[in-house]
């Protein structure tokens, strides 16, 4: 069996690897990927047309990715994650293990998603945080485990979100507080 199977028009640098470990389904990228040097998919992952990668990015397995999404540089996607389309996890992201990422959502340089509300200290069970379709989350944010970013919200850089926040909203601040949505914010993400 193969490791990996990719649609038309894929590049894939000589020094990535696609299709790591030992798994029972190979990985299946669609139409005109670009896959960087140093970077590592795993077997068992599922991408559609248009995927695009920065350098030495990670993406483990069960994890399933929409058309056109961007993973910038030195980004980790840790595994059985859902990602939409459109979407763009800029460089040096951490997405965990559990989280479910919408559509037409941006992901700033340097956020952090976590999924462990007490790590080592009790077994509490792992779950990230849901990101919905138009989000926006700036750049150094964390979103603690299982906290919701409500649809068209978003998300100051370096807020700390341990709530969720609701639709169409701004949260800002550690921890973060909502307000309402400054005009120049104001309806949908405009990823090209």
Same mark, same amino acid.
């Given at each position: 069996?193969?490791?990996?199977?990719?649609? #038309?028009?894929?590049?894939?640098? !000589?020094?990535?690897? @696609? *299709?790591?470990?030992?798994? #029972? %389904? &190979?990985?299946?990228i669609?139409?005109? !990927?670009?896959?960087?040097?140093?970077?590592?998919?795993?077997?068992?992952?599922?991408?559609?047309?248009?995927? !695009?990668?920065?350098?030495? @990015?990670? @993406?483990?397995e %069960?994890t %399933?990715?929409?058309?056109?999404?961007?993973?910038?540089?030195?980004?980790?996607?840790?595994?059985?994650?859902t990602?939409g #389309?459109?979407v763009?996890?800029?460089?040096?992201?951490? /997405?965990?293990t559990? =989280?479910? +990422?919408?559509s037409? +959502?941006?992901?700033?340089?340097?956020?952090?998603?976590?999924?462990? %509300?007490? &790590?080592?200290? =009790?077994?509490a069970?792992?779950? *990230? &945080?849901?990101?919905?379709d *138009?989000?926006?989350?700036?750049?150094?944010?964390?979103?603690?485990?299982r906290? $919701?970013?409500?649809?068209?919200?978003? @998300?100051?850089?370096g807020?700390? /979100?341990?709530?969720?926040?609701?639709?169409e $909203?701004l !949260?800002v601040?550690?921890?973060a507080?909502?307000?309402?949505?400054?005009d120049?914010l104001?309806g &949908?993400?405009?990823?090209?």
């Amino acid at each position: 069996m193969s490791r990996y199977v990719c649609g #038309d028009g894929c590049s894939i640098d !000589a020094d990535a690897t @696609v *299709g790591y470990g030992e798994f #029972d %389904e &190979p990985t299946r990228i669609g139409d005109d !990927a670009t896959i960087r040097a140093g970077s590592i998919v795993y077997g068992d992952v599922t991408i559609g047309d248009e995927f !695009a990668t920065g350098h030495d @990015v990670l @993406v483990r397995e %069960e994890t %399933e990715i929409g058309d056109d999404v961007l993973v910038g540089t030195k980004t980790v996607i840790d595994g059985r994650t859902t990602i939409g #389309d459109h979407v763009s996890l800029q460089t040096n992201v951490y /997405v965990p293990t559990d =989280t479910a +990422v919408g559509s037409n +959502v941006f992901v700033g340089p340097g956020a952090v998603l976590t999924n462990d %509300e007490y &790590p080592i200290r =009790t077994d509490a069970g792992l779950e *990230g &945080p849901t990101i919905e379709d *138009g989000a926006s989350i700036g750049a150094n944010a964390t979103l603690l485990p299982r906290v $919701t970013v409500g649809e068209n919200a978003f @998300v100051a850089a370096g807020a700390v /979100v341990t709530e969720d926040v609701p639709p169409e $909203t701004l !949260a800002v601040g550690a921890p973060a507080t909502t307000r309402t949505l400054p005009d120049p914010l104001d309806g &949908p993400n405009q990823l090209a």
